[in-house]
């Protein structure tokens, strides 16, 4: 899908506040409602658009520690690849899991409710799991910038 300078417009319109109506987008975009609608339904088809979610504050929600986790495999199999992204896509604790070049193989991003409930999750999960050899972690003391708003690239 190409996109147009007023898909740009309507994407980084969503990505700030996808909680509103059709008819304010349309506004604040100086558009039709209807034709913001259309150009959403298409942006979804076209899966530019994922989904539409509620962000929290974690530390409202209870989860004080934020850790930067680096992960080494034992090796480098399908099999135990496979299975760490399945561990890692069933706990809750892990909000980011990239695969990396480099140093080591993964890096994940865990929220826990406190240091214990951190180190219950490295040694009952984490350390404990048959894919992984070594880890290496650091608390974050402070968050300076954080948003899931991509660039729009052309605007």
């Known amino acids: 899908m190409k996109l147009t300078q007023k898909d740009r417009r309507i994407i980084r319109a969503l990505q700030q ?8 987008l349309a506004e604040a975009l100086d558009m039709s409602p209807a034709s913001v609608w259309r150009s959403v339904q298409e942006l979804e088809k076209a899966g530019l658009i994922t989904r539409r979610v509620a962000l929290t504050d974690p530390i409202k929600l209870g989860l004080a520690v934020s ?10 199999s399908q099999e135990n690849r496979k299975a760490f992204e399945q561990m890692v896509a069933n706990e809750a604790m ?3 899991c990239c695969s990396l070049a480099g140093g080591f193989d993964y890096f994940l991003m865990v929220r826990a409710e406190d240091m214990e409930a951190f180190e219950t999750f490295m040694m009952m999960k984490l350390l404990s799991h048959p ?4 880890t290496n972690s ?4 402070r968050e300076q910038k954080f948003t899931t708003e991509l660039p729009v690239p052309g605007l």
Do not use: C, E, P, Y
Not at 131 to 134: L, N
């Open 94 to 96: 892990i909000t980011q």
């Open 67 to 76: 850790v930067v986790v680096q992960v080494h495999l034992k090796d480098h």
């Open 131 to 134: 894919a992984v050899a070594t």
């Open 138 to 141: 650091n608390v974050v003391m």
């Open 17 to 24: 506040d996808a909680s509103r109506s059709f008819k304010d």
